[in-house]
T-cell receptor, first 114, second 117 residues
Framework: DTEVTQTPKHLVMGMTNKKSLKCEQHMGHRAMYWYKQKAKKPPELMFVYSYEKLSINESVPSRFSPECPNSSLLNLHLHALQPEDSALYLC?????????????FGEGSRLTVL | AQKITQTQPGMFVQEKEAVTLDCTYDTSDQSYGLFWYKQPSSGEMIFLIYQGSYDEQNATEGRYSLNFQKARKSANLVISASQLGDSAMYFCAMREGRGSTLGRLYFGRGTQLTVWP
């Protein structure tokens, strides 16, 4: 079982809706990530939080708004999305000081924008 | 230039046989890390194996081994005794810099492995 839990697993929303994706980890990791993955493509980095502070924003449109309420939780707020935003959204976590730095991923949230 | 290149879009292997998935990388950093992830159709990215740039021995994890050839900048994944459950997309990835930095992971395009009975 994955130690990074994402909800919901599937989400369908209209372009005018507001929704949120949630991610939770209990491994004590202090870095958390959002990736976007289109079908048959590799994941693309969106945001990185380190110690609950946003440290990397890969020029993501403002209709995606991340939030890190505490060290275990990561949210991605969605508003006024476009159909091309339909994708698998993966959350990941890691230990910033780990020698290897591997990321642990959740199962993802499959988003469909109508 | 792509930082990670996986030249095999698809690979097929018979159950119980070994298979090698190719990965080459491009970096000017002396310190970097190489990873392999497995992604089944369910979507989760599963970490398989890690190789650090200063590691002299090839990494091994159960049936997975990483054939690290630093001079050729290659980091091929070898899966021994393939199983039907190994059918998945496999991504090679690289982190530049030391692990304690928050370097992003650069992913290759992936190789779809199909194991047949």
């Amino acid at each position: 079982d994955t130690e990074v839990t994402q909800t919901p697993k599937h989400l369908v929303m209209g372009m005018t809706n507001k929704k949120s994706l949630k991610c939770e980890q209990h491994m004590g990791h202090r870095a958390m990530y959002w990736y976007k993955q289109k079908a048959k493509k590799p994941p693309e980095l969106m945001f990185v939080y380190s110690y609950e502070k946003l440290s990397i924003n890969e020029s993501v449109p403002s209709r995606f708004s991340p939030e890190c309420p505490n060290s275990s939780l990561l949210n991605l707020h969605l508003h006024a999305l476009q159909p091309e935003d339909s994708a698998l959204y993966l959350c990941a976590s890691s230990q910033p000081w780990a020698n290897t730095g591997e990321l642990f991923f959740g199962e993802g949230s499959r988003l469909t924008v109508l | 230039a792509q930082k990670i290149t996986q030249t095999q879009p698809g690979m097929f292997v018979q159950e119980k046989e070994a298979v090698t998935l190719d990965c080459t990388y491009d970096t000017s950093d002396q310190s970097y890390g190489l990873f392999w992830y497995k992604q089944p159709s369910s979507g989760e990215m599963i970490f398989l194996i890690y190789q650090g740039s200063y590691d002299e021995q090839n990494a091994t994890e159960g049936r997975y081994s990483l054939n690290f050839q630093k001079a050729r900048k290659s980091a091929n994944l070898v899966i021994s005794a393939s199983q039907l459950g190994d059918s998945a997309m496999y991504f090679c990835a690289m982190r530049e810099g030391r692990g304690s930095t928050l370097g992003r992971l650069y992913f290759g395009r992936g190789t779809q492995l199909t194991v047949w009975p």
